[in-house]
Nanobody
Framework: VQLQASGGGLVQAGGSLRLSCAAS????????MGWYRQAPGKQRELVAR???????NYADSVKDRFTISRDNAKNTVYLQMNSLKPEDTAVYYC?????????WGQGTLVTVSS
């Protein structure tokens, strides 16, 4: 299984970015895909997660600003990030969970300037 993330970059506070992550390899129909982030000096934290059955969950800090979606036919998960804040600055990692195993993408840097 491989995950390829894209879409990070530099944006001003209040702006928007959309991250994409495409999974390839042996992908099961039942899985969870999501996004985590790690800011300098901090632990990696869950941002948003989507289960193939349809449920989603978000970190409190991004609720009402970020939206996770997925295209199961393309094994791709998206993260639409609106109203970005400087504290959203981090490396964002795509994650796939299946059969109790976790797979990670390479990370994409999001920098929000004030």
């Amino acid at each position: 299984v491989q995950l390829q993330a894209s879409g990070g970059g530099l944006v001003q506070a209040g702006g928007s970015l959309r991250l994409s992550c495409a999974a390839s390899g042996s992908i099961l129909s039942l899985n969870a895909m999501g996004w985590y982030r790690q800011a300098p000096g901090k632990q990696r934290e869950l941002v948003a997660r989507s289960v193939s059955g349809g449920s989603t969950n978000y970190a409190d800090s991004v609720k009402d600003r970020f939206t996770i979606s997925r295209d199961n036919a393309k094994n791709t998960v998206y993260l639409q990030m609106n109203s970005l804040k400087p504290e959203d600055t981090a490396v964002y990692y795509c994650n796939l969970e299946q059969w109790s195993r976790n797979y990670w993408g390479q990370g994409t840097l999001v920098t929000v300037s004030s």
